[in-house]
């Protein structure tokens, strides 16, 4: 485990087995949305700063120290270090491995597929993204899977708006997968996010219209749809963390954490060039714009 300097505020489940129970509301006041723009921003920005890094050859520990140190620098802590036990600041999914990538020295290769997810814990509340990006070269059909993933959760996010039903993010999201082939991962979900990392409150990227919360306005949670080329059935490595499909077909996920307003949403999780992640070719990021 990385170090974090005594100056960074820890969240509550650090250094305890898990968070305690949240039993609060998954809608936030206009202060705390305040705080979660600039968590938001710190997460996002934490990203691009790994992901310039990324070529064929560089570790997935290195994309670890460096969104660390960037997290840490800015005041922020790296919410998924020591979060129920995970041993590392960020997750790096490569490939087949849909979620939660223990960072370690493997080096990626040309034509691989990662995926980046950075939560900064800053002034009590979180901001959660991950984006998808290319190691070099990668296929053609490697690219349309990442941009269709990208693609899925912008049409989820724009489904949003108060007094519908939650559950028409994940209608949106499977429907748009199911053109293409692609299969939607169901044992992870998008969550409420904010003063509470994973609130309790869930949202599906498939449809069940069981699921009957009414989306009001200043819920702040996730969308962060995971799509596979073939089959979204997984399982767990006995690390007790890396998700794999079974069937070793490819998975591209991206995550914004937003608030909902009164007409739709706004996203949190905005670098601080104003433009949002886009994800894909690595070398494209412009890091003199990172504040
Ligand atoms: N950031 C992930 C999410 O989107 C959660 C990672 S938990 C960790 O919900 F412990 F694996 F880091
Ligand atoms: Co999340
Ligand atoms: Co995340």
Sequence with gaps: MRRVPDSVVRPAYAGVPGPELYDGSDVM????VEKMRIAGEVAADSILIAAAEIRPGITTDHLDKVAHEFLCDHGAYPAALDYRGFPKSICTSVNEVICHGIPDTRPLEEGDLIKIDSTAFLNGVH???CATF???????????????????MYRGIKAVKPGRQLSVIGRVIESYAKRFGYDTVREYTGHGCHVAFHSGMIVLHYDEPM???????GMCFTIEPM???GSARNKQWNDGWTVVTRDGSWCAQFEQTLVVTETGTEILTVPSSGE????????????????
């Design 29 to 32: 006041d206009a202060e705390t």
């Design 127 to 129: 901001g959660d993204n």
């Design 134 to 152: 290319y190691v070099g070269e990668v296929s053609e059909e490697a690219k349309l899977l990442s941009e269709r993933t990208r693609e899925a």
């Design 211 to 217: 699921l009957d919360t009414i989306i009001e306005p």
């Design 227 to 229: 799509l596979t080329m």
């Design 276 to 291: 949002l992640i886009l994800g894909g070719d690595p070398t494209t990021i412009d890091t003199s714009k990172i504040a």
